[in-house]
């Protein structure tokens, strides 16, 4: 059983940075295809990056490009996300994901973590 532990979040301005980072055990990291989604109160999660098991196949949803950055570490077992630029809009529970079949729907991610709180301030 893979467990996934996302932090990092926090308190942020408009216009600043996070990082986020998520240390997986309980499995073969490099197995999995890894990703990261978001749920603001209300909505429905929805598809952030996700990133192959070598590091490649990037794939980010409109909303991030130009801005965030992903990135793993099969040694350390642990995948990072890092937001600039950040808007209010971007105000949401991030959750970390693995899974074995590439996807961009929450439904093809096996794994999930806790989730951690990102507030951007206008």
């Known amino acids: 059983q893979v467990q996934l532990v996302e932090s990092g979040g926090g308190l942020v301005q408009a216009g600043g940075s996070l990082r986020l980072s998520c240390a997986a055990s309980?499995?073969?990291?490099?197995?999995?295809?890894m990703g990261w989604f978001r749920q603001a109160p209300g909505k429905e999660r929805e598809f952030v990056v996700t990133?192959?098991?070598?590091?490649?196949?990037?794939h980010l949803a409109d909303s991030a490009k130009g801005r965030f950055t992903i990135s793993r570490d099969n040694a350390k077992n642990t995948v990072s996300l890092q937001m600039n630029s950040l808007k209010p809009e971007d105000t949401a529970v991030y959750y970390c994901?693995?899974?074995?079949?590439?996807?961009?729907?929450?439904?093809?991610?096996?794994?999930w973590g806790q989730g951690t709180q990102v507030t951007v301030s206008s």
């Open positions: 994901a693995g899974g074995l079949r590439y996807g961009m729907s929450p439904r093809e991610y096996d794994y």
């Open positions: 309980g499995g073969t990291f490099s197995s999995y295809v």
């Open positions: 990133i192959g098991r070598t590091g490649g196949n990037i």
